[in-house]
């Protein structure tokens, strides 16, 4: 069975440009979470979609980030424009429906903004 | 507020010495504690979890809930040992919701 699998590993962008990162979950896994990981701080959540919906978007940190997941399959999160603080690994997991279920989490994509 | 805290960014013992990576939270209520754990160039994965009060890979984790603390111990480390570890927390279950992590512990076993 294939993981969570997240496009690319690695992004090196300049401030201002755009970047879209992608994620694929663990198919038939409703929910799928975002998450972001900043040099040496805590591994932060973004947001929560169960199916296409966006359950939990408290962690957004402002309106340069946007995510969809359109037919509740797979997932992807825009920065436009990107700023430097914005660098960091970006995570995405992915559970069942079912309640207390693990998350598998994919292997992260590196966003670096110079 | 709910927070998770590991104080120890880095731990390093010699292989077989004993483990014990702290880790302390607050959350108002009786939350899912876990540990997660990622390995050099693999991803991030669960460990353990409070409610399932198994030894995973020789790692025990209890929970106390007088101290709000969930420390991940292990008797003899290994040299597989060497990880990130990461603390975490979610609400009970109640409903699939978001895990908080802590600040993560680089565990170094030394040979």
């Known amino acids: 069975e294939a993981g969570v699998t997240q496009f690319p590993s690695h992004s090196v962008i300049e401030k201002g440009q755009t970047v879209t990162l992608r994620c694929d979950p663990i198919?038939?896994?409703?929910?799928l979470y975002w998450y972001r990981r900043v040099m040496g701080k805590e591994i932060k959540f973004l947001l929560h979609?169960?199916?296409?919906?966006?359950?939990?978007e408290s962690g957004m940190p402002n309106n340069r980030f946007l995510a969809e997941r359109t037919g509740g399959t797979y997932s992807t999160l825009k920065v436009q424009p990107a700023e430097l603080e914005d660098s960091g690994v970006y995570f995405c997991?992915?559970?069942?429906?079912?309640?207390?279920?693990?998350?598998?989490f994919g292997q992260g994509t590196r966003l670096t903004v110079v | 507020a709910q927070r998770v805290t590991q104080p120890e960014k880095l731990l390093s013992v010699f292989k077989g010495a004993p483990v014990e990576l702290k880790c302390n939270y607050s959350?108002?209520?009786?939350?899912?504690l876990f540990w997660y754990v990622q390995y050099s160039r693999q991803r991030l994965q669960l460990l353990l979890r409070?409610?399932s009060r198994e030894s995973i890979k020789g790692f025990t984790a209890d929970l106390n809930k007088g101290e709000t603390s969930f420390h991940l111990k292990k008797p003899f480390a290994q040299e597989e040992d060497s990880a990130m570890y990461y603390c975490?927390?979610?609400?009970?279950?109640?409903?699939?919701?978001?895990?908080?992590f802590g600040s993560g512990t680089r565990l170094s076993i030394r040979p």
């Open positions: 997991a992915s559970s069942q429906d079912n309640l207390g279920s693990e998350a598998f």
């Open positions: 198919s038939g896994h409703d929910n």
């Open positions: 979609f169960v199916k296409e919906s966006k359950q939990d």
């Open positions: 959350y108002s209520g009786s939350p899912e």
């Open positions: 409070h409610i």
């Open positions: 975490a927390l979610s609400p009970p279950l109640s409903s699939a919701s978001k895990i908080i």
